[in-house]
């Protein structure tokens, strides 16, 4: 690559990280807060039925 094309790599890497950490950081300061009960949290749709179907991993993947 050439220089150029070095320097715009980085940029584009660093505008990445930015939107990355913009939509991760208030999660992570919500899970990272004193107040936060990971009990209160409603399960996610389905989550029951992939739980249940799954309890059986090493007969599947021997």
Do not use: H, W
């Not at 890497?13 to 990355?20: D, F, G, L, S, T």
């Not at 107040?35 to 179907?53: E, H, I, L, R, T």
Request: include cysteine.
């Amino acid at each position: 690559m050439t220089p150029e094309q070095v320097a715009q790599s980085i940029e584009r890497q660093k505008e990445v990280a930015k939107r990355v950490s913009k939509a991760s950081l208030p999660r992570m300061l919500g899970t990272l807060s004193p107040f936060y009960d990971p009990g209160k949290k409603v399960a996610p749709a389905g989550m029951d039925a992939y739980c249940s179907s799954s309890n059986n991993l090493s007969q599947r993947y021997p």
